[in-house]
Nanobody, 128 residues
């Protein structure tokens, strides 16, 4: 079993920056991908950034490219999401998730159902 705990959210003005952290405890040797998802007010939960745990290959949804950076520190069992130039539309609860699934070429799933572990989320609020 793996437990995920997010931190680093908060209220910031547009143009500001935040670094979200996802600390993992427990162990599951089958984990292949880590991801950050978000759920805005009245919206569904969508992926924003993914990283292949073994290869480090990253993926971003188009709306965050150039502003979000996902990274991992395997020694600390922590995944980060660095966010710069925050926009009001980034307001959401941000969730960290871990998946046992990856394609044979290391592609991480964009589908929520393929993620096996989830954190409780951290709120990010961006004011204009």
């Amino acid at each position: 079993q793996v437990q995920l705990v997010e931190s680093g959210g908060g209220s910031v003005e547009a143009g500001g920056s935040l670094r979200l952290s996802c600390a993992a405890s427990g162990y599951d040797a089958s984990i292949k991908c880590m991801g950050w998802f978000r759920q805005g007010p009245g919206k569904g939960r969508d992926w924003v950034a993914l990283i292949n745990s073994a290869h480090g290959e990253e993926a971003y949804v188009d709306s965050v490219k150039g502003r979000f950076t996902i990274s991992q520190d395997n020694a600390r069992n922590t995944v980060y999401l660095q966010i710069v130039n925050l926009k009001p539309e980034d307001t959401a609860v941000y969730y960290c998730a871990a998946s046992r699934w990856a394609s044979t070429i290391g592609y991480c799933s964009r589908t929520l159902l393929n993620y096996d572990y989830w954190g409780q989320g951290t709120q990010v609020t961006v004011s204009s």
